[in-house]
């Protein structure tokens, strides 16, 4: 029987699989240089083959990220323990489930409010519709709750007709403060060191509130029970990339605040600062590591 060479290469797909391909007859070997000091290497290489020539034999072996198997391009992967830790979450029982960002300025919650005139000049608010979203505060690295009804007619030029609205919030951590009481402190208030309630009866403007110095980072979990009564015939939260993610007019809303990060996210990549994603522990992330654009290197502060 002949001798042949058999070359053998391995390659690795972005599809995950690694496919083995083996040339039978090949004349051109694996290794670079003159091999004349190998006279009968040569004479192998050039002497016929019994089997036919060029013929490839594919074997595809996939990876699968959560096998807890590091495979291909996985960074990590730690089977059923891969999980996504956002910075925050929004739910409903029945409803909506996503990760989320505050919105973020360069001024204080107060000034962002921008109370006048008995109403919220945010330029979110909306006729017949009540908002929440998360707020920080760049120069600060504060950060806030706030829930708006309707719209102020008078700077807007939309009736928002008479409406009451009422809302239960709790799990608040405690330290919180009430930055904003809007239209006046008997209709947002504190009823604990963890609760806050709000009672409004609206016409012509809009009201609601914020509630000031969340732990950012932080693991807590605020829960918005509203009833809403008359004049408001939608409920949204708004993200950061201005987005309105529509919300179930019966249903509370849970807003949850994690502060470690897992270990591997469910597509078997690492968390880390810089990589564009607000995971959790993180106050900001950019996309890099660098300080002087709106994110520290250390994604801990703007």
Known sequence: MSRSTKATRSLLFGGGAV???????????????????????????DAPSDSPADRFVIDARPFTCGNSVVEGTEECDLGPDNVDKPAFRISQPSGVATFTRPLVRRKSVEDFYDFSSASSHTGFEAV????????????????????????????????????????????????????????RASEFFETSKTTVAGRWVFEWNSDGGAIADLPFPGAWKIIVKPTFIEGITRWSFVNTDLTRIGL??????????FDQPGKCR????????GDGILDAGEVCDDGNVQDGDECASDCLSF
């Open 128 to 183: 017949g519709e009540s908002r929440a979203y998360l707020y920080a505060d760049a120069l600060s690295s504060t950060l806030s709750l706030i829930v708006t009804h309707g719209i102020d007619s008078d700077s807007s030029g939309f009736f928002q007709p008479h409406a009451q609205v009422n809302m239960d919030i709790s799990g608040i951590p405690s330290l919180f403060r009430i930055a904003v009481a809007d239209d």
């Open 19 to 45: 496919f083995v391909l083996f040339a039978c007859g090949s004349r051109t070997s694996l290794l670079q240089g003159s091999r004349e000091d190998e006279p009968e290497l040569d004479a192998a290489v």
């Open 266 to 273: 469910a597509n078997c990549t690492v968390p880390r600062c």
């Open 248 to 257: 179930r007019m019966t249903d509370s809303l849970v807003i949850e605040s």
